[in-house]
Every structure is written in structure tokens, then in C-alpha cells.
């Protein structure tokens, strides 16, 4: 039997796989072949590229790739537009940490002799759903204990400056927590090698305490108590407005990056919403044909039916009338 060898080419790890042919008894055959149904039902898990530069605020494309291991001359991917793709929401298990969008995707993938290294060109099917990740768990246990160690280094400047020892104490504790914050975020994350949003803002966070640092060890340089005084007024003032600034600019990157994320995914529901609307038209006009088919397969039944009875009327009225005639010739 042949088989359109069809392989999940993302699957790191396949649980179960179950898969059933089926032939379509009223399918149009075109060259006397008929049409089929392969069905494949799985329970895997499947591996995909993550885009993680703006991490926590990220939304992501999770991706099943299938391929066929044969050329794009023998097998070709098309999207079946009577069947509409879908997600079972009740089902998924990463609600607690994903926004899970109602959407599937299916597009067929062209591909050429220069990505497959091949003189056969493999044909590709995408199955892509979308996910935005819910990031107040990263707000309220990293971003905010951050800044509010990052605002703490202000306690340093209650201290004397001809106290350079009881200041660095401060400001060198706070950073060794800042540093311990810093190993707790990597642990959120894969290995990679880009900086994501939250990376960029505790690298900040420490360049902002040893700035502090350093100031707490200027400070200390200055020989008179208004030198001193002056040197620590224009830092506080200076490092204030920086993290202002800082705050001010990570909360509207935030805000585009929210907004770009929730045009790319309505834009997504709009077409599958639309492909859903064509596929219940199609599906409305083929239950129209039927039903027309079949009022007229009726119609043709119940003519020959009537036929039938009216010639079978006509018998009986003959025999009837000839046995009439026979026995009025028998009494005469």
C-alpha cells in the first residue's frame, strides 16, 4: 500500500502514534484512483525555535513541521478546506504560564534545492499556534524586589561621607543580593546567547549599585564637608533622574512591544476567522447539493413509483373488465 511517508520532522520525543487509512467511497477519482484518508493521533512533544528578546513580555510561535519523504513531484501539501483546524482549550496544561491563543494556522511550505542541500526539492506543512506568556510572576518576584534594592542604594547617602567603610558596607551588600537575583533569573532561561529584556534590566541594576559603589568611594576623596556635600546632592540628583529614565523608557518598550505582539495575533485571528467563514460556506453549499440530489433522487423514486401503481391500475382495470366479459358471455 502506498503511504504519503509523512514525518514530524520537530518531534523530540514521539509517546504513542496511531495510524488508520481510510478510502473514500464517494470520492471523485480522477485516473481511476480514489481518494484516501491517512489519520495520524499522537501524544509527543515537540521542540521549536523561541524568539526570548523581549522576555518576560514575549508572545511565541509554536510550530509542528511536517515532511514527506517524498519530492515535491510525487507528494504536495494543501490545506483540506472542508475540515477546520482547531485547539482543544480545556485540555492545555501551561495556562498557568501561557496565554494560549484559539488559533491554528496551517501553511503549506515551498522549499528549494538550496535549503535541502538536495538535487529533490521536500515539500513542508506548518502547523503554527500562538502563546503569549503571562509575565506578572516575573514582575512581582524579579523586576519589583530589583528596583527596590536598586532604591535601597539611596540608604548609603544617610551615612557620612567621612565614613567611606559604613557606606561601602551598604552599597556592596546590596549589590552581592543583586548578584544573587541575578543567578535566579538565568535559571528562568535557556542558554542562550542574546540578552533578553529582563537580562538587560538586571545587568542595569548592577552597573547602577556600582555606580554607587564608585560614588561612595569618590565622595570620600573630597577633603572639606561642603565639597563633599555638594559632590553627594549632584549624584542623588543624577542617579535619580537616570532611573527614572530607565523606568520611564522600559515601561513604553513594553508597551510597543504589547502592542506589536497583540496586532501580529488579531491578525491572525482575523484570517483564521475568515478561512472558518469560507470552509462553513463550502460546507453549507455541499449540504445544499446533497440535499438537492437527494430531493431529486426522491422525486425520480416517487415518479417511477407512481408510474408503476398506474400501470399496475390499468392491469387490474383489464383483467377486471375481461373477467366481466367472460362471464357475460358464460350466462348468455
Not at 75 to 104: A, N, Q, T, Y
Request: hydrophobic fraction near 45%; glycine fraction near 2%; charge should be neutral.
Amino acid at each position: 500500500m502506498w503511504s504519503p511517508r509523512i514525518v514530524f520532522a520537530n518531534a523530540e520525543a514521539i509517546h504513542s502514534l496511531e495510524c488508520k487509512h481510510r478510502i473514500l467511497d464517494h470520492s471523485d477519482e480522477v485516473e481511476g484512483v480514489p481518494d484516501a484518508y491517512v489519520t495520524y493521533r499522537m501524544k509527543a512533544t515537540f521542540k521549536t525555535l523561541m524568539d526570548l528578546v523581549d522576555f518576560p513580555v514575549d508572545f511565541q510561535r509554536l510550530t509542528i513541521k511536517l515532511m514527506s519523504d517524498w519530492p515535491e513531484v510525487d507528494v504536495e501539501f494543501v490545506k483540506d478546506m472542508d475540515i477546520k483546524d482547531s485547539i482543544r482549550m480545556d485540555v492545555f496544561s501551561g495556562c498557568h504560564e501561557w496565554e494560549l491563543c484559539p488559533v491554528v494556522a496551517a501553511t503549506p511550505i515551498r522549499g528549494t534545492k538550496l535549503h535541502t542541500g538536495s538535487h529533490r526539492v521536500y515539500p513542508k506543512y506548518h502547523l503554527t499556534m500562538y502563546a503569549k506568556r503571562k509575565a506578572l510572576y516575573y514582575f512581582w518576584n524579579l523586576a519589583l524586589v530589583l528596583m527596590l534594592i536598586v532604591c535601597l542604594s539611596f540608604a548609603s547617602f544617610a551615612v557620612s561621607a567621612d565614613q567611606p567603610e559604613d557606606r561601602l558596607s551598604v552599597t556592596l551588600t546590596l549589590l552581592l543580593t543583586a548578584v544573587a537575583f541575578k543567578y535566579v533569573a538565568a535559571q528562568a532561561l535557556p542558554p542562550i546567547s542574546y540578552l533578553t529584556l529582563l537580562d538587560k534590566y538586571v545587568i542595569f541594576c548592577l552597573v547602577f549599585q556600582c555606580t554607587a559603589v564608585c560614588q561612595n568611594a569618590v565622595a570620600s576623596a573630597f577633603a572639606t564637608p561642603d565639597s563633599r556635600a555638594l559632590f553627594d546632592a549632584i549624584s542623588a540628583y543624577c542617579m535619580v533622574g537616570l532611573l527614572v529614565i530607565v523606568h520611564v523608557g522600559a515601561v513604553i518598550y513594553m508597551c510597543i512591544v504589547k502592542r506589536r505582539s497583540d496586532h501580529i495575533i488579531q491578525t491572525a485571528v482575523k484570517e483564521y476567522e475568515e478561512l472558518n467563514a469560507r470552509i462553513n460556506k463550502n460546507r453549507e453549499v455541499r449540504l445544499a447539493q446533497a440535499k438537492k440530489g437527494n430531493d431529486k433522487q426522491t422525486a425520480e423514486v416517487r415518479s417511477k413509483r407512481g408510474n408503476r401503481l398506474k400501470k399496475n391500475k390499468v392491469h387490474s382495470t383489464q383483467e377486471n373488465q375481461e373477467s366481466t366479459d367472460k362471464e357475460d358471455i358464460g350466462s348468455s
